[in-house]
């Protein structure tokens, strides 16, 4: 027996109005998000990666419903969670939670950390283990963040003090899936690894699988497992971490690592040694 990824998307497509109208009056649309499937399964993270506009923002609020697909599914622990409405669809929001990249304007600058932690329950009409207090020390002490903050506002924290709030937001509904898109890609570099390494560490004590978009490969290295590499709406490639960098097989793939600054010379050499492999094949097969 196999068992269910968490996760599995099939056949996702979104389409949009371009605003303009064809000779028949008829609204044009695009499809932002053109027959994408992918698996996230517990304890991995699956980066999805690609140029601004491609759909990764898109194809994750399809993911966690926050928004309906034109066609496909979406599978949680296998079940179709597309039709859920109610009392399920609530539950499956608290299964998956966003982490949104500017962390200031997604924590309303008027409520203390206590208010915008213990929302997500108040919202469910869940009661709030140990008290509203409790719950959101322990929660900040988990994320790193003094507890003794609790009753401050957003703006009297750092950009990744910030972001942690919006983890530890997350984090109180006990979710399952987390999707993070571009959460770090407003952070300094050196915060930037600090909440990766505290995504990570969550990761491993909660089982978390996590959908990680960003734009910045080196920090997809940091953190993923698998790699989907996203372009004009489609996957179209995905691998391991492993495989994606050293040995990337889609020639888009290939342009979208040239692009970044490379800083790794052991990574560096295997690229060029796999692209070495596959001139000499190609060689090969054009002498046969
Ligand atoms: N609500 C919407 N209405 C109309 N068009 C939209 C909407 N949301 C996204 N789009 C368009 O769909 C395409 C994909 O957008 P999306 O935000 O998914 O891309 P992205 O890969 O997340 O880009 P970025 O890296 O810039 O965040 C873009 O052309 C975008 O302009
Ligand atoms: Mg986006």
Redesign the pocket.
Known sequence: MTTAPLCRATGLVKE??TGRRDALGRARTFR?VDDVSLEVSRGETLALV?E????????ARLVARLMDADAGSVEFEGEDVSALSGRALHDFRGSVQVIFQDPFSSLNPRHTVERIVTAPLVYQGRKIPGGARRFTRDLMDRVGLDPDFSTRLPSQFSGGQAQRIGIARALAVGPKLVICD?AVSALDVSVQAQVINLLRQLQSEEGFGYLF?A?DLAVVRQIATRVAV?SGGRIVETGERDQIFGDPRHEYTRELLAAVPRIDPEWDARRREAEERRRAAAAEAGAR
């Open positions: 949009f109005a932002a690609g601004s506009g491609s759909g990764k923002s898109t194809t571009e978009i734009h996203m």
